[in-house]
């Protein structure tokens, strides 16, 4: 019997396709995350998502964000597993976009008062500010902040105004050993919050997003059985990757075992492939 217990899903991907000027781009995607409950720990999702550059991953970002409809399908989210509007799902995007004309704390709180009354906003707020090591730079304009800080400060932002699901973009792209650990330790945190937090990490960088995940998308074009590419990519079956049923669930040190360096080479094989 499997040690892992399965409860309500959090995201549900049903059938969803998207189409531009008649070019097919994404086909049929039937995905879901479950709340998956680990022994002896209480940690949320975090779900690699993979595959070849301009196949679709922002496309379907934004259809799961609710940003865009998509021209067939829907998304549900949460644990109601309600249809997904703007505002619910956090995304935070590449450039990690922030009111220039706001202090950092003023950019949080902003964010918080979308979900929050005015108090519990406030609190919030410095409960992120400490959570994030950014407390001494709460008066600092975005653009008097490093490029980590403005990064945890969109991921701060994000999360204060979402439900449990927040998307992270390319989040590892630009940065220093010392920083990826860093966003890593954050990624680990914000997941342990909440049980019901979810992160979706859309990423190039398989070996670390891949350390972190405890479940793996891939975006890939499917073959007709004449051997041609079907037009529009999908999430394949064989293309969402349970790690904690394969033991490569994120837990400490899990990049130095040899069953996950394996695991990692076959991920890169399978986008090449796709
Ligand atoms: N609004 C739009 N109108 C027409 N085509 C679009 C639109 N948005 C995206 N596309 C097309 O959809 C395809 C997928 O783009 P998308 O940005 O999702 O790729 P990606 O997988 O995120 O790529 P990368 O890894 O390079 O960021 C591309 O061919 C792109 O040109």
Redesign the pocket.
């Known amino acids: 019997m499997s040690p892992y217990s399965y409860k309500e899903p959090v995201l549900t991907l049903e059938g969803v396709s998207m189409s531009?000027?008649g070019?097919v781009?994404l086909r049929d995607i039937d995905a879901q995350v479950l709340d998956v409950v680990r022994p002896g720990m209480s940690q949320g999702q975090v779900v690699g998502f993979y595959?070849?550059?301009?196949?679709?991953?922002?496309?379907?970002c934004r259809i799961m964000a609710g940003l865009i409809t998509p021209s067939q399908g829907t998304v549900r989210v949460g644990v109601e597993q309600q249809p997904v509007v703007p505002g619910t799902v956090g995304f935070v995007q590449q450039r990690y976009p922030l009111f220039d004309h706001r202090t950092l704390h003023d950019n949080l709180l902003v964010a918080a008062q979308r979900k929050h009354a005015p108090a519990a906003a406030r609190e919030q707020v410095e409960t992120y500010l400490e959570r994030f090591c950014l407390t001494q730079h709460r008066k600092k304009y975005p653009a008097h902040l490093s490029g980590g800080q403005r990064q945890r400060a969109a991921i701060a932002q994000q999360l204060l105004c979402s439900d449990h699901l927040i998307l992270l973009d390319e989040p590892f792209s630009g940065l220093d050993v010392a920083m990826i650990d860093e966003l890593k330790k954050i990624i680990v945190e914000v997941t342990t919050m909440d049980e019901l937090n979810t992160v979706i990490i859309?990423s190039?960088d398989i070996q670390t997003t891949t350390a972190l995940a405890d479940r793996l998308w891939l975006?890939g074009y499917e073959r007709d059985a004449a051997g041609q590419l079907s037009p529009g990519a999908t999430i394949a079956k064989e293309h969402q990757y349970n790690l904690a049923e394969m033991g490569l669930a994120w837990h400490e040190n899990v990049e130095a075992e040899p069953e996950f360096g394996q695991f990692v080479e076959h991920i890169k094989e399978e986008i090449r492939r796709s």
């Open positions: 531009y000027h070019e781009i595959g070849r550059s301009g196949i679709g991953k922002s496309v379907l859309i190039h975006l």
